[in-house]
């Protein structure tokens, strides 16, 4: 079965307002990503986190990881309309090189 | 660099016909996936790869096989279609294992009827 499951599967915000998306997974892992996906087209990375970081960012991405509660979430702040699109966290099991990916959230963002 | 090209983008296959997609990298990456992706079940791993020469099932390999006879290129074959392989699959590279990330092709809708 898929390793992450992505929490909600939908989210509607207004522009400037911030989106948090939540991930959990199965098994232990060496480490947790994020990836955008636009309609229509491919899977783009976003932001990794390792196992033994607890916190990460990048730009308006603030990404976070409870190991102990195998989840992440990801923070997007000060959203934009063009941040329109779905989100998926994905994971590298640990010893397994399957990159297994949840069922995504699909974010829209309200202008 | 184009990075990862996935052909055909589309095709219309009948219940019973065969084909191959192909997946095509230029970034000297080791490790390959095959994917699918149906609405509200995200990306399911068909099968993957880990270098040249080798394939590996994934969750869902029933009804396809796979070919990695070049580094950078991974071919998904389906010998005898049906419409639950209806989907939109992709293709998906990385460098090596553990702190990389994996770059994807921009998808092959493929529709059985």
């Known amino acids: ?111 | 660099n184009a990075g990862v090209t996935q052909t055909p983008k589309f095709r219309v296959l009948k219940t019973g016909q065969s084909m191959t997609l192909l997946c095509a990298q230029d970034m000297n990456h080791e490790y390959m996936y095959w994917y699918r992706q149906d609405p509200g079940m995200g990306l399911r791993l068909i099968h993957y790869s880990v270098g040249e020469g080798t394939t590996a099932k994934g969750e869902v390999p029933d009804g396809y096989n796979v070919s990695r006879l070049k580094k950078q290129n991974f071919l998904l074959g389906l010998e005898s279609a049906a419409p639950s392989q209806t989907s939109v699959y992709f293709c998906a590279s990385k460098e090596v294992q553990g702190l990389t990330e994996a770059f994807f092709g921009q998808g092959t809708r493929l529709t059985v009827v």
């Open chain 1, 1 to 111: 079965s898929q390793q992450g499951e992505e929490d909600p599967q939908a989210l509607s915000i207004q522009e400037g307002e911030n989106a948090t998306m939540n991930c959990s997974y199965k098994t232990s892992i060496n480490n947790l990503q994020w990836y955008r996906q636009n309609s229509g087209r491919g899977l783009v990375h976003l932001i990794l986190i390792r196992s033994n970081e607890r916190e990460k960012h990048s730009g308006r991405l603030r990404v976070t990881l409870d190991t102990s509660k195998k989840s992440s979430s990801l923070l997007i702040t000060a959203s934009r309309a063009a941040d329109t699109a779905s989100y998926f966290c994905a994971s590298n099991g640990a010893g397994s090189y399957q990159l297994t990916f949840g069922k995504g959230t699909k974010l829209s963002v309200i202008p």
